[in-house]
């Protein structure tokens, strides 16, 4: 095997690279300009618990701790099973 055929193989495999990156970069969704945009857009509707000096957002170690409360999941509810006997009298008094 000469020297030109492993450079050869070199640039394709330099090639195949530029190629499959070009294709994840353009796959990937651009990052917001700012990253904490949508965080400022909540605490200045009072939907989150923020603190303000000036123009910038604190939040305390409370103001978090509340935020994370808020946005678990509720607790969902056991579903009551009914007997199957029951659903029919409902349809049959109809």
């Known amino acids: 095997m000469g ?5 050869e193989c070199i640039d ?9 990156a070009a294709v994840v970069r353009a796959s ?3 990052p917001p300009a700012d990253p904490d945009a ?10 989150l618990p923020h ?7 604190r939040f305390t170690r409370g103001d978090v701790a509340e935020i994370v409360r808020l946005s678990a999941a509720p ?3 056991p579903r009551r099973r009914v007997p199957v006997a ?3 009298q409902d349809f049959r008094a109809a």
């Open 3 to 7: 020297t030109e055929t492993c450079f």
């Open 12 to 20: 394709g495999v330099a090639d195949a690279i530029r190629e499959l």
């Open 28 to 30: 990937v969704p651009e």
């Open 38 to 47: 949508q965080l400022k857009d909540q605490a200045a509707a009072g939907v």
């Open 51 to 57: 603190h303000r000096f000036g123009k910038h957002y």
């Open 75 to 77: 607790a969902r509810q």
């Open 86 to 88: 029951d659903v029919a």
